[in-house]
Each structure stands twice: as C-alpha cells, then as structure tokens.
C-alpha cells in the first residue's frame, strides 16, 4: 500500500540533543511538509520541499533543519538551537500543488527532558 | 494574510443527532477549502475539499460540507453522528493567490455520547 512512514512514534532525547525524525513516503508526491502540533495550536509549518534538493522555511523554522536528497524521503532535524522541542510532529505529502488533498503520516511524538 | 478560524473548540452532539462544526476563513483570492479528521496520535486524514463549483461538496464517511462565499464560510455537516465520529477536526484553506500556502484552523474536538 502506498503511503507516508515516519519513525519512530515516540522519541525520547535529553535536553541540548539534536535528534533527527525519519519520513519516508511511495506516493510519488513532489511536495513535502513537516508541521508541529501543539495543544490547542493546529499545526504550524516547518518546512517544506516541492522537489529534491529544493526547501523553503515555514512558520516556525528556527531550530529545525532539513533536507531532501531523494524524493521519497525528507528527514526533519530537530536541533538544541530548538527552545521548545516537545511536540507531536507530522509528515504530509502532496502530488502537486494547488487542489489536492494532503497525505499524511502518523505522527511522532518527541519528547524532550 | 491568510487565515482559517474554528469557533468551537469542542461540540458535544449525542449519537444520532446532526452535527456541525464550523470554520470561517479569510483570504485575498478564491479559496480552496479542505476538511480533515485526526484520531489520537493518528496524522490527519483527508475528509472532502472545495475547489469551484457546487458550493455542497460531499465527502468521505456520510460528511459533506457547504461553501459559502458571502458569509466566507465552509462549515462540517453530518446529519447522523456516530460515536465513532469523536475526534478532532481541522479546516483548512489554501490560496493560490498567496502563494498556495496551506494554513490551518486551530481544531475542534467532536464528542459523540452515545
């Protein structure tokens, strides 16, 4: 079945730790998307990538850094640069850009201590 | 700049009765609308959108929502809630005219009693 992979589900890392979040997707999209879920806040943009080896920051880019070397993968950084890493974070893909839907993955959720 | 708000951040609605959630939005071009329904630590899952056209789209699971330009509106109906329909719900709107960004509303929590 095609779809969008991220691991791991729960990640557990201590304060001043980069730590990076796997997503992977066979969908064939172009476009990628990291968003963080807070409670209470609906996701909030990261980052996002409409072709390899191309970015651009979102919302709330500080503190995370990517890359898309191949288009079935865009890997999220969070770095200790980052004041408030504990959130739910969420992988979407889309075959182009406009009138389609996004395609999400499952979540991880990171928790820093 | 573009924006989506959801009023209500929790409806209680008891099985069997009609439920809506409501979002409004804001935008400088014409929108594209889109629903979306998360269960716990599940992503998003796509429910309907809007593009152009018929202004009552239907979508996934007996939900259908309806564009309204004047009130810039795009409210979630389902006209026999299940219990199985409790969970969160987002609106989101994208406008070409902006860039294509994809923004989001805060989220509404759907409780079913049974």
């Known amino acids: ?113 | 700049a573009q924006s989506v708000a959801q009023p209500e951040d929790q409806v209680n609605v008891a099985e069997g009765n009609p439920l809506t959630v409501k979002c409004t939005y804001s935008v400088s071009g014409n929108p594209y609308l889109f629903w979306y329904v998360q269960y716990p630590n599940r992503g998003l899952q796509f429910l309907l959108k809007y593009i152009t056209g018929d202004n009552l789209v239907k979508g996934s699971y007996g939900f259908e929502a309806e564009f309204n330009k004047s009130q810039t509106s795009f409210h979630l109906k389902k006209p026999s809630a299940l219990v199985s329909d409790s969970a969160l719900y987002f609106c989101a709107v994208r406008d070409k005219a902006a860039g294509n960004k994809l923004t989001f509303g805060g989220g509404t929590r759907v409780l079913v009693k049974p």
């Open chain 1, 1 to 113: 079945d095609g779809g969008i992979t991220q691991s791991p589900k729960y990640l557990f890392r201590k304060e001043g730790q980069n730590v990076t979040l796997s997503c992977e997707q066979n969908l064939n999209h172009d476009a990628m998307y990291w968003y963080r879920q807070d409670p209470g806040q609906g996701l909030r943009l990261i980052y996002y990538s409409q072709i390899v080896n191309d970015f651009q920051k979102g919302d709330i880019a500080e503190g995370y850094s990517v890359s898309r070397e191949k288009k079935e993968s865009f890997p999220l950084t969070v770095t200790s640069a980052q004041k408030n890493p504990t959130a739910f974070y969420l992988c979407a893909s889309e075959r182009g850009q406009g009138n389609s839907p996004l395609h999400f993955g499952n979540g991880t959720r990171l928790t820093v201590t």
